[in-house]
T-cell receptor, first 114, second 111 residues
Framework: GAGVSQSPSNKVTEKGKDVELRCDPI?????LYWYRQSLGQGLEFLIY????????KSGLPSDRFSAERTGGSVSTLTIQRTQQEDSAVYLC????????????FGPGTRLLVL | GENVEQHPSTLSVQEGDSAVIKCTYS??????FPWYKQELGKGPQLIID?????GEKKDQRIAVTLNKTAKHFSLHITETQPEDSAVYFC??????????FGTGTRLQVFP
């Protein structure tokens, strides 16, 4: 079946511009996660959506980062006024319910801020 | 805050040898511990997981052990093959709603 998909796969932008990253979770998965992975580093939790509950935004590094999930499915991560330190791979994952269920990851979006 | 420590950061083994990666966690309430494999340019993929009601789980050449008292768990890969070369991440469930990941281990298997 279809897995988690993300778009674009690669994004190059200029410092100061806004970017939007998209995630399509597996159909029927109620939980959706965004992570950031800097070069050669681990996965840094950003934000988590579960059903209709208010999202857990505790991992967002600054107010330039925001995310929404429309209709309980597709999610968009927005980075405003991008900085060079925002360059990283942004990974999305979904799971059937909550944290003790398997998270299935997408291939990621590689963001480069020049 | 809660954290997961993972060692070693890099590991090189000869094909056919075993590889062991160890993780410790801080949240004593954690009950779910997955391991992910990430190949170059791809997202992490689950390879095995364990829950706190068992101490060991095996799947062919891969096994995971869990010591809840000591709060550590380990990944064991036997008869390693070149295609096992990747970055491996451990994780521990936190607050039943998210995973805290280790910093990763880059495994290289030389033919």
């Amino acid at each position: 079946g279809a897995g988690v998909s993300q778009s674009p796969s690669n994004k190059v932008t200029e410092k100061g511009k806004d970017v939007e990253l998209r995630c399509d979770p597996i159909s029927g998965h109620t939980a959706l996660y965004w992570y950031r992975q800097s070069l050669g580093q681990g996965l840094e939790f950003l934000i988590y959506f579960q059903g209709n509950s208010a999202p857990d935004k505790s991992g967002l590094p600054s107010d330039r980062f925001s995310a929404e999930r429309t209709g309980g499915s597709v999610s968009t991560l927005t980075i405003q006024r991008t900085q060079q330190e925002d360059s990283a791979v942004y990974l999305c994952a979904s799971s059937y319910s909550t944290g003790d269920e398997t998270q299935y990851f997408g291939p990621g979006t590689r963001l480069l801020v020049l | 805050g809660e954290n997961v420590e993972q060692h070693p950061s890099t590991l090189s083994v000869q094909e056919g040898d075993s590889a062991v990666i160890k993780c410790t966690y801080s949240d004593s309430a954690s009950n779910y511990f997955p391991w992910y494999k990430q190949e170059l340019g791809k997202g992490p993929q689950l390879i095995i997981d364990i829950r706190s009601n068992v101490g060991e789980k095996k799947d062919q050449r891969i096994a995971v052990t869990l010591n809840k008292t000591a709060k550590h768990f380990s990944l064991h890969i036997t008869e390693t093959q070149p295609e096992d070369s990747a970055v491996y991440f451990c994780a521990a469930e936190h607050n039943t709603d998210k995973l805290i990941f280790g910093t990763g281990t880059r495994l290289q298997v030389f033919p």
